[in-house]
T-cell receptor, first 114, second 115 residues
């Protein structure tokens, strides 16, 4: 069974631009969550989706948004990029919310903002 | 708010020896999970071990075991017979049992296993 797939793996943007990251969960998994990983702040929860509905959102500005499609694939968008948005963005999936609490992570999308 | 603290930013151990990584957490909830995740240099985070707070017995997975002290809010990971492939970042994490996928992570411990 294929794992969580994130695209693109690496990307470079400049300040003020916007970016869209994609996540395909494990087949059969319907819950998707996103995390931002930086050396200074560590791993921070961005948001989670189930059945195309955002169930929970972390403490990030409105420039960070996301959505989930009917096939459970998810995208997150960051508008008006800032230098501090440079990070590894990790997506994780589970069959359903609260499934043993275990998350299955993708390899991440490395965003560099210049 | 829940917090997770890992007081050891970096550790090293010789191959075949035992190492213990520390983690403390703070929560007012009674039902929750605790996890240790491993992130090798290739970056994909994988679950090492999971503990349900209502279980008194410490979880064990092959060479990995935990020492869960609920009253002290302590959750340490012991790696026995360390192998070179154990070299990675290790993250302690807390999650509620209420159905949310939100995990609260510690800052991580970089473990290096030396030959």
């Amino acid at each position: 069974k294929a794992g969580v797939t994130q695209t693109p793996r690496y990307l470079i943007k400049t300040r003020g631009q916007q970016v869209t990251l994609s996540c395909s969960p494990i087949s059969g998994h319907r819950s998707v969550s996103w995390y931002q990983q930086t050396p200074g702040q560590g791993l921070q929860f961005l948001f989670e989706y189930f059945s195309e509905t955002q169930r929970n959102k972390g403490n990030f500005p409105g420039r960070f948004s996301g959505r989930q499609f009917s096939n459970s694939r998810s995208e997150m968008n960051v508008s008006t990029l800032e230098l501090g948005d440079s990070a590894l963005y990790l997506c994780a999936s589970t069959p359903r919310p609260g499934y043993t609490g275990e998350l299955f992570f993708g390899e991440g999308s490395r965003l560099t903002v210049l | 708010a829940q917090t997770v603290t890992q007081s050891q930013p970096e550790m090293s151990v010789q191959e075949a020896e035992t190492v213990t990584l520390s983690c403390t957490y703070d929560t007012s909830e009674n039902n929750y999970y605790l996890f240790w995740y491993k992130q090798p240099p290739s970056r994909q985070m994988i679950l090492v071990i999971r503990q349900e707070a209502y279980k008194q017995q410490n979880a064990t997975e092959n060479r990995f075991s935990v020492n869960f002290q609920k009253a002290a809010k302590s959750f340490s990971l012991k790696i026995s017979d360390s192998q070179l492939g154990d070299t990675a970042m290790y993250f302690c994490a807390w999650g509620t049992q209420g159905g949310s996928e939100k995990l609260v992570f510690g800052k991580g411990t970089k473990l290096t296993v030396n030959p």
